[in-house]
């Protein structure tokens, strides 16, 4: 009985042994299988990275190798011809330009404002019975204290109101009647006469067509004589010349001023302006075919 009380004893303990043994042995397995796992993921991250500073060295030492051969050597420059062309084109002055004003001097500064005002009302009255547009009359008003200065002190003169009216005519035929009006209403500034063109813009495309005509023509035979063959055109610019207008002769005034006698100038033309304009180009060389 006791020998046999001992053998189910040291049953019991190897089958209490066993599981305990093998939940060990599993745990090792699955501990193993891990840490083989993170190998594998580390030993993929230094394989790319590896190729790629292998693709990075090869990079530099291709960018040196071309920079050292590239030493002494000038860049290569595009073929290029560039010309210029210029055209004129003459234009009629079609608009005349003068400045009429009053000026005048009060210790009041309300006295000067409506003396002023009853001047200027009266020759832009008749400006508008003229025929001028408001459109070309523009007003420049001004109003200033004036002063004596002597070795006593300063002395207060006054307040001095200019007002001035710069006119667009576009009848030239009303010249002397316009430039009458100051002596007849008593309006003491009266500006030069100078004549211009209203609009100048057909002028100027006239001018650009014929100077792209002048430059196209000096590009084929500059071509020509270079022995090389025009490709596209790689640049284009074009800008105005603005000469002074050209005048026959000039409007002569006589009389005008307040109070005695005015008449309108005793003789006027209007002349004429250039319009020079300018053009650039640029055009490639093609490479000659052999």
């Not at 049953?11 to 397995?29: F, R, Y």
């Not at 050597?73 to 595009?78: G, I, Q, S, V, Y």
């Not at 002028?203 to 100077?211: N, Y």
Request: glycine fraction near 10%; charge should be positive.
């Amino acid at each position: 009985m006791p020998i046999g009380f001992k053998k189910i004893e040291s049953a019991g303990d190897n089958a209490s042994a066993t599981p305990g043994m093998n939940n060990h042995h599993e745990a090792g397995k699955c501990c193993h299988g891990h840490g083989h796992f993170g190998k594998q993921i580390l030993m993929t991250l230094v394989g790319v990275l590896i190729v790629y500073l292998t693709f990075y060295v090869g990079t530099l030492m291709r960018n040196n190798i071309k920079k050292y051969d590239t030493i002494g050597h000038a860049d290569t420059m595009e073929r290029m011809i560039s010309v210029v062309g210029t055209a004129k084109i003459t234009g009629s002055n079609d608009i005349a330009v003068t400045t009429i004003g009053f000026s005048n001097l009060n210790t009041d500064v309300a006295k000067a404002q409506t003396e002023n005002k009853k001047v200027m009302d009266q020759v832009v009255a008749d400006l508008k019975k003229q025929g001028i547009d408001a459109k070309d009359m523009q007003s420049n008003y001004s109003i200033n204290p004036e002063y004596d200065y002597t070795q006593k002190g300063t002395t207060f003169k006054g307040y001095r109101v200019n007002n001035n009216v710069t006119v667009k005519i576009r009848d030239l035929n009303k010249i002397s009647d316009i430039l009458s009006l100051p002596g007849k209403y008593g309006a003491n500034q009266v500006g030069g006469l100078s004549f211009t063109i209203d609009d100048t813009e057909n002028l100027k495309s006239e001018a650009r067509a014929k100077a792209l005509l002048d430059a196209k023509k000096k590009s084929v035979q500059l071509a020509q004589m270079l022995g090389v063959q025009l490709g596209e055109v790689i640049s284009y610019s074009d800008y105005e010349n603005s000469p002074m207008p050209i005048y026959s002769s000039y409007a002569k005034v006589d009389g005008i001023g307040g109070g005695g006698g005015y008449g309108g100038p005793a003789e006027v033309a209007s002349g004429s302006q250039d319009i020079v304009m300018n053009v650039s180009i640029t055009y490639k060389i093609l490479t000659p075919r052999w």
